[in-house]
């Protein structure tokens, strides 16, 4: 019975024309310019809108930089369109574990690369504001825990949608 369900996630992680999965060979952040590259032009050739291309890479290149920076590999990446919306999800093999609001986490806060809980963070310092800006550009974000974590946000695709 395990065989079949794993062959079934297999088979739901193939790329279809709505859909486009890739793994990261390791943690180097590198990774996180390369993904960017390959987030846009995925997202061009389904003829996005460019305000909605240029937000899903800001995105992408946030949450994998997190991933790789408190993750462990693999660091897999994983875009979906469908009804009007984008989703994003970034998987990695274990984030420090942080509590959440309901069924959202409250990604206003900034959590990302080393910040801690409550504290403020360096305004003019490299690290501390990726989720908030995660927040910021998705109209739906969250955060599910467990054997791996993921990182997902939902941007809307109708131009009109996006100021």
């Given at each position: 019975?395990?065989?079949?369900?794993?062959?079934?996630?297999?088979?739901?992680?193939?790329p279809?024309?709505?859909r486009?999965v890739?793994?990261?060979?390791?943690?180097?952040l590198?990774?996180?310019?390369?993904?960017?590259?390959?987030?846009?032009?995925?997202?061009?050739?389904?003829?996005?809108?460019?305000?909605?291309?240029?937000?899903?890479?800001?995105?992408?290149?946030?949450?994998?930089?997190?991933?790789?920076?408190?993750?462990?590999?693999?660091?897999h990446?994983?875009?979906?369109?469908?009804?009007?919306?984008?989703?994003?999800?970034?998987?990695?093999?274990?984030?420090?574990?942080?509590?959440?609001?309901?069924?959202?986490?409250?990604?206003?806060l900034?959590?990302?690369?080393?910040?801690?809980?409550?504290?403020?963070?360096?305004?003019?310092?490299?690290?501390?504001?990726?989720?908030?800006?995660?927040?910021?550009?998705?109209?739906?974000?969250g955060?599910?825990g467990?054997?791996?974590?993921?990182?997902?946000?939902?941007?809307?695709?109708?131009?009109?949608?996006?100021?």
């Amino acid at each position: 019975m395990e065989i079949l369900a794993a062959q079934a996630t297999a088979l739901s992680l193939l790329p279809t024309a709505d859909r486009h999965v890739w793994s990261l060979p390791d943690t180097d952040l590198a990774q996180a310019a390369h993904t960017r590259r390959k987030a846009a032009g995925v997202l061009e050739r389904w003829r996005l809108p460019r305000a909605t291309v240029d937000d899903a890479v800001l995105v992408v290149c946030e949450l994998v930089t997190n991933a790789i920076r408190h993750g462990r590999s693999p660091v897999h990446i994983a875009l979906h369109r469908g009804q009007g919306a984008l989703t994003i999800s970034v998987s990695d093999q274990g984030h420090v574990p942080f509590p959440t609001k309901g069924p959202e986490l409250d990604l206003d806060l900034d959590l990302d690369l080393g910040v801690e809980l409550g504290a403020d963070p360096d305004h003019f310092g490299e690290c501390g504001r990726g989720l908030s800006i995660v927040a910021a550009l998705s109209q739906a974000h969250g955060y599910e825990g467990g054997d791996s974590t993921t990182f997902w946000a939902r941007l809307h695709t109708h131009p009109t949608d996006h100021a």
